[in-house]
């Protein structure tokens, strides 16, 4: 599903170069769940950025459900984020439109047909079990709903992948431990997860397998 | 598709607020401005048509000719260049003529002790000669002609007329010109509004994967909504304005010009307004700035 080979990246130039990933290299499996661990500025966000094409290596290969992410043309990243689901720490709702209206948008202007966006919304709601509240604003819900409607949004287009970066970061343990749930979920359905947090503790508790960074390097592969 | 994008578009004309009426009204402005001079260059168009066709240049002869005399002449004038039709005025048609046009005081013609009026030639040039230039070249012929002893005629106060008519078509495209320039800026702020109005949006739909056409067809909806609004207003304020004013501007019309009627836009020349209403708009809307994938 994913193959990143010897990828690195840095920004800015001359004194100002920063080098935000070296050499990292390691593949996830179709059906994987791994874990990406590491501290802020180790690199996790940029990585996940690279696997949606949000960036370019500076150099390296990286490769995402069959796509060459680095060679993809602007016309055809849409085809490959349409296989990818993404979570962000903030849940990211638009804030005018209920929740039932956040997930139909995104179907809709993805070509879904319009008789499929009720019951596909409808799926994903029940999935993440925010059915009941379906019609209500983003302002209206808890940060724990919050993020169980970005997770539906996420998988209401049936994503091969799902890169989670940081969604349990906004919540205490128990909203979290609720988002963890729903995302094991998503993944005992065959959506191949990877999931970047911060907090070494709920990547001991999750007992996957654990990419760690440190400084823009991949130390660890463990589980 | 096209549905929902047209919903997101409506919904971003909202969005858009006082701006985008602004924008809106400044189409009208600008295409009421437009089809107000459009109006008058037609009109004005009609008659000197009109008058083109009655261009007449009149050839007086020395003597009267006789019998086949006539016939012959005609045919001489006939294959002149430039001439359309002739017709032959005998001096006793030229003289009840005048009778007729001296109406009761015709009886003064009857105290003359001989005819004085000439027999004439009335050349209708062509539409083609019916031109200050054509009718010069017109009268240089029929003056070459040893029968004809004096001519007049020409075209020049119908040139005038279309020269009037050319300064109508363009100031009207100047004002018109301006003031779509003001609308078009104006749909594009508006445009520019919305766009960061919908950043959030925008950039979901980037992230999930919408194509670059479906993030800004909306937007391209938007102006072009804009625009058939606006010259579907300016139509309807030139339909009211025709309504309203051609019935009391006509009988001046008939007196000065010559015209029965004064005519409105064909259905052809209403949709293009519209299609340029709608083409201001969605120009307008093309160049907002927010490139999708920039």
Not at chain 1, 142 to 171: C, F, M, V
Request: hydrophobic fraction near 50%.
């Amino acid at each position: 599903m994913i193959r990143l080979h010897h990828v690195g990246k840095t920004f800015g130039a001359g004194p100002a170069k920063h080098t935000a990933l070296a050499d990292i290299t390691f593949g996830i499996d179709k059906g994987e769940f791994v874990v990406l661990n590491g501290p802020s500025g180790a690199g996790k966000t940029t990585l996940l950025r690279l696997l949606y094409r949000d960036e370019v290596p500076t150099e390296g290969d990286v490769e995402v459900a069959g796509f060459d992410v680095p060679a993809l043309s602007r016309r055809r990243i849409p085809r490959l984020r349409r296989s990818i689901g993404i979570v962000f720490q903030d849940a990211k709702l638009l804030a005018g439109r209920t929740v039932f209206e956040n997930i139909a948008f995104v179907l809709r202007v993805i070509g879904t047909p319009r008789k499929e966006v009720t019951p596909r919304a409808f799926t994903a709601l029940k999935a993440v079990g925010l059915s009941a509240r379906a019609q209500a604003y983003p302002a209206q819900l808890s940060q724990g709903e919050a993020q169980r409607a970005s997770l539906a949004r996420a998988i209401a287009k049936s994503p091969q992948l799902l890169l989670a970066d940081e969604p349990t970061g906004n919540l205490d343990e128990e909203m979290a431990d609720e988002i963890l749930d729903v995302i094991e979920d998503i993944w005992q359905r065959g959506t191949t997860v990877l999931l970047a947090t911060h907090q070494a503790a709920l990547a001991e508790q999750l007992k996957r397998r654990t990419l760690t960074m440190r400084q823009g390097r991949l130390l660890k592969d463990e589980g | 598709m096209l549905g929902f994008l047209a919903g997101e578009a409506a919904r971003d004309l909202r969005r858009a607020g006082r701006v985008g009426l602004s924008a809106i009204l400044l189409i009208t402005l600008s295409l009421a401005a437009l089809g107000c001079f459009w109006l008058l260059s037609l009109n004005l168009g009609r008659a000197v048509e009109q008058w083109r066709e009655r261009v007449r240049v009149v050839a007086y002869l020395r003597e009267e000719p006789r019998g086949a005399g006539v016939d012959d002449l005609l045919a001489r004038v006939q294959a002149l260049d430039g001439v359309q039709r002739v017709r032959f005025v005998s001096r006793a048609e030229a003289l009840s003529s005048l009778k007729r046009s001296l109406g009761a005081q015709a009886s003064v013609v009857d105290q003359l002790p001989r005819n004085p009026l000439p027999a004439s030639l009335e050349v209708t040039p062509t539409p083609e000669a019916a031109t200050p230039d054509g009718t010069r070249e017109l009268v240089q012929r029929l003056s070459a002609m040893s029968e004809v002893d004096e001519v007049q005629g020409g075209a020049e106060w119908v040139e005038s007329l279309a020269q009037w008519q050319r300064l109508f078509q363009l100031t009207g495209l100047g004002v018109g010109a301006v003031l779509a320039l003001a609308a078009i800026l104006t749909v594009t702020t508006a445009t520019t509004l919305v766009l960061h109005a919908r950043r959030d949006e925008m950039e979901i739909m980037r992230l999930v994967g919408a194509t670059e056409a479906v993030i800004r067809l909306p937007l391209l909806l938007q102006g072009m909504t804009q625009g058939l609004l606006g010259a579907a207003l300016a139509l309807a304020a030139l339909v009211a304005a025709h309504a309203v004013f051609a019935p009391r501007l006509e009988p001046l019309l008939t007196l000065t010009l010559g015209l029965a009627r004064s005519v409105f836009l064909s259905p052809a020349q209403m949709a293009l307004l519209l299609a340029g209403g709608a083409m201001l708009g969605a120009f307008g809307g093309l160049l907002a700035k927010g490139r999708a994938y920039s």
